[in-house]
């Protein structure tokens, strides 16, 4: 399986775990079962950082977002959002921040709304100059560290149940 349409069905998983919190396992073995967006190996990698990490991405996000709160920010925007930044700092490859951008710039125009795209793509490039120049080379250090296991269902299993997010309440578009 491509990577592109790799990161295209973690990210359906993503997005339908954002409505079932806890159950990113099962999505995963429904998607395998049912050989419909399925998630492959990597996918799951990416699952694993984006549910043993999401707290993490988070607190690296919202530190980027003018006049938005977490809370406001449409759940297709959040969940790449955080995929990527998952990806990007907590992943096992490195230097590939501007794929990984890319990639998920792509996943928001195929989903998201009309120039949602502009949105995330802002967020992601303020977080990539900083990391590629600004951060602190300790904080830069603990992020690398941080590397996704090889074995992610193990991880999966014993990773904390996030709480639901809410829905914006109004403008549905970034």
Same mark, same amino acid.
């Given at each position: $399986?491509?990577?592109?349409?790799?990161?295209? #069905? !973690?990210? /359906?998983?993503?997005? +339908?775990? @954002?409505?079932?919190?806890?159950? $990113?396992?099962?999505?995963?073995?429904? @998607?395998?079962? =049912? #050989? =419909?967006?399925? /998630?492959?190996?990597? %996918?799951?990698? &990416? &699952?694993?950082?984006?549910?043993?990490?999401? =707290? =993490? !991405?988070d607190k690296l996000i919202e530190p980027k977002l003018k006049n938005w709160k977490m809370n406001r920010i449409p759940r297709v925007c959040l969940v790449a959002l955080e995929l990527a930044v998952t990806e990007m700092f907590f992943g096992d490859e490195e230097d590939m921040d501007s794929v990984v951008i890319n990639e998920a710039v792509e996943l *928001?125009?195929?989903?998201? %709304?009309?120039?949602?795209?502009?949105? *995330? #793509?802002?967020?992601?490039? @303020?977080? !990539?100059?900083?990391?590629? %120049? +600004? &951060?602190?080379?300790?904080? &830069?250090e603990s992020a690398q560290q941080n590397t996704i296991d090889e074995s992610p269902a193990d991880e999966l299993e014993n990773a904390p149940e996030d709480t639901p997010q809410s829905e914006p309440e109004s403008d549905p578009t970034c």
């Open positions: $399986m491509k990577r592109r349409t790799a990161r295209e #069905n !973690a990210f /359906v998983a993503a997005f +339908q775990e @954002s409505f079932q919190p806890g159950s $990113m396992q099962e999505i995963i073995d429904t @998607s395998r079962i =049912e #050989n =419909e967006q399925e /998630v492959d190996e990597f %996918g799951e990698k &990416l &699952l694993i950082g984006f549910v043993l990490h999401r =707290e =993490e !991405a *928001v125009k195929k989903f998201g %709304g009309e120039e949602d795209y502009q949105f *995330v #793509n802002g967020v992601l490039g @303020s977080i !990539a100059r900083e990391r590629a %120049g +600004q &951060l602190p080379e300790d904080e &830069l």
